[in-house]
């Protein structure tokens, strides 16, 4: 069999799974955010800033997170996510650059999916391979740092064209980096004209801001406006 048609037939398999998970999720009006990026960008610290935010809530308002953290090694993700008390596994995909839709239905299978609201997942660093795997998600959500490059969007189009936000992160560093966000922006919109955009950094920017998006788009998917295509 040629290298194409057995990439085509493991994409194939995927989607079937994916196809099985979007259904569950829909069954138990799950929102479900599939985010991408290169090694290092800040998945994992906007996550962290997530997490606490969540738990400032009231218990009674708070959203029920999950979360799946995808690395080719080490637990680092999950043990630094698991400090807020919500339910975290590690997915250690063991020299795979992308998590696959088998690996997160192997994952969730011992957690009650009908107890959650949210289920986050951070996919491994890397701006290609993650962006051909359906996950069965309501949105891929690319993340781009300061430190990486105003052209990532034109050279790595894929990913921008599949995700619904664009999060340009460590924009407290942009004082210090010849950074244009604005050409960043601009060419991400090429890419994609709906794009959305949200800047933010660990010193807080953008949080208000990204937790309204998760909260709209979850309220969305409860009442049934939003089902996962
Ligand atoms: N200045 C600054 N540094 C940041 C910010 N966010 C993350 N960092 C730093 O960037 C480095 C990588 O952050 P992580 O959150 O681990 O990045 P990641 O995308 O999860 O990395 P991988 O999971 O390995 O792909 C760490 O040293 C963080 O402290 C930010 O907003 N501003
Ligand atoms: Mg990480």
Request: hydrophobic residues 40%.
């Amino acid at each position: 069999m040629s290298q194409i048609a057995v990439e085509k037939k493991v994409l194939n398999e995927n989607q079937k799974i994916a196809a099985e998970l979007r259904e569950k999720f829909r069954e138990h009006k799950i929102l479900v955010v599939n985010i991408i990026s290169s090694p290092g960008s800040g998945k994992t610290t906007l996550l962290e800033r997530t997490l606490d935010r969540m738990n400032q809530e009231r218990t009674d308002k708070r959203m029920r997170v999950v979360l799946l953290t995808g690395d080719l090694q080490t637990e680092n993700d999950a043990t630094r996510l698991a400090q807020w008390g919500f339910p975290v596994k590690q997915i250690i995909t063991g020299g795979t650059c992308h998590l696959d839709a088998k690996m997160i239905e192997r994952h969730l299978a011992d957690w009650p999916l009908e107890s959650f609201d949210l289920l986050i997942i951070e996919n491994v660093g890397n701006l290609v391979c993650p962006t051909s795997y359906d996950l069965g998600e309501h949105f891929k959500i690319v993340m781009l740092s300061v430190t990486e490059g105003e052209d990532k969007p034109l050279k790595y189009p894929s990913i921008f064209v599949k995700s619904e936000l664009m999060i340009l992160s460590k924009v407290d560093l942009l004082p210090y980096v010849p950074f244009s966000a604005e050409l960043a922006k601009s060419n991400a919109r090429s890419m994609h004209p709906g794009i959305q955009i949200i800047e933010t950094s660990s010193k807080g920017d953008g949080l208000d801001e990204w937790m309204k998006w998760l909260e709209e788009k979850l309220a969305a998917v409860k009442s049934g406006e939003l089902i996962s295509a």
